[in-house]
């Protein structure tokens, strides 16, 4: 069973930051925190993960709670590309690499 | 370019046959993987293999086989044991190791049984 919680559906502005929640309150220490986004057909995509501190790249930047109970993925200029399923995944390395999705968030972009 | 291929991109069977679905990636990793979709879902785990001739089985393996003979490549086999086929089935690989499971994805196989 997956082990995270989003909504199932959002919505946001083109150029206004989309920010997608997740909640994985029995995470353990050592387990990372992945994003993965579909676009429809397609296959999925890595976004970003992180462990405990706050991480930016190209794509996105990854809000972890101290307490790393949650999570918040933000897109800071969202486009109409933008618009697809967002899946927070926990992975740890003895999994054995298995991601495990959930029903992701479906994320539509509006001009 | 460094990626994963899957083909044929849409496949139709007849109830009753096998099926292999391709799988390459040129990536040089060890680990790859097969997942299925079904309509408004999330992707389940079928079979994945973490280094050459060698895999175990995921969530969903009833039905499905796979080989390893290569580096590059894990095929999978849909048998006519397996109830309801028709899917979108998604292959990918990944390095292997601690704190490092970026899995890259190919574009997918649309599979229906008639």
């Known amino acids: 069973d997956a082990k995270t919680t989003q909504p199932p559906s959002m919505d946001c502005a083109e150029g206004r930051a989309a920010n997608l929640p997740c909640n994985h309150s029995?995470?353990?220490?050592?387990?990372?925190v992945y994003w993965y986004r579909q676009i429809h057909s397609q296959g999925p995509q890595y976004i970003i993960h992180g462990l405990k501190n706050n991480e930016t790249n190209e794509m996105a930047s990854l809000i972890i709670t101290e307490d790393r109970k949650s999570s918040t993925l933000i897109l800071p200029h969202a486009t109409l590309r933008d618009t697809a399923v967002y899946y927070c995944?926990?992975?740890?390395?003895?999994?054995?690499?298995?991601?495990?999705f959930g029903q992701g968030t479906e994320l539509s972009v509006k001009p | 370019d460094g990626g994963i291929t899957q083909s044929p991109k849409y496949l139709f069977r007849k109830e009753g046959q096998n099926v292999t679905l391709s799988c390459e990636q040129n990536?040089?990793?060890?680990?790859m993987y097969w997942y299925r979709q079904d309509p408004g879902q999330g992707l389940r785990l079928i079979y994945y293999s973490q280094i050459v001739n060698d895999f175990q089985k995921g969530d969903i393996a009833e039905g499905y086989s796979v080989s390893r003979e290569k580096k590059e490549s894990f095929p999978l086999t849909v048998t006519s044991a397996q109830k309801n086929p028709t899917a979108f089935y998604l292959c990918?690989?990944?390095?292997?190791?601690?704190?490092?499971?970026?899995?890259?994805f190919g574009p997918g196989t649309r599979l229906t049984v008639l």
């Open positions: 029995t995470i353990s220490g050592n387990e990372y």
């Open positions: 990536l040089n990793h060890d680990a």
């Open positions: 995944i926990v992975w740890y390395y003895n999994q054995g690499g298995k991601l495990i």
């Open positions: 990918a690989s990944s390095r292997t190791g601690d704190g490092y499971n970026e899995q890259f």
